[in-house]
């Protein structure tokens, strides 16, 4: 349970840092979010916890086939964003083509 709060604890760090860097600088934030940060969180927790290379290997190729439905993601909020539909719209539509987007990546790695 200790660990578990760690865990926790050092990764809201982190999310916290980055949102507290995005007002001052986005460009630098957004780079920062971009890198895998959340990635590296958790392969460094499940090589901790003693998971052996093969789980971190199937993880590591399921979070590189992941990226192309977040792009999708990001693109839907951009597209409501520019269009001016406000911020909770935005979100909903970039979620929304994400998870379309999230069904037909499963799908077709099922095949």
Known sequence: MGFLVFKIL?????IGLLSELAKRLPVLSGLLTAMPLTTLLVLLWLYVEGKDSRHLSDFSVSVFWGIFPTLFFFLGMIYGFKKEMGFWVSLGLGFSVWLVSAMMHIRLLQK
């Not at 050092?10 to 982190?14: F, L, N, R, Y």
């Open 10 to 14: 050092v990764s809201a760090v982190v």
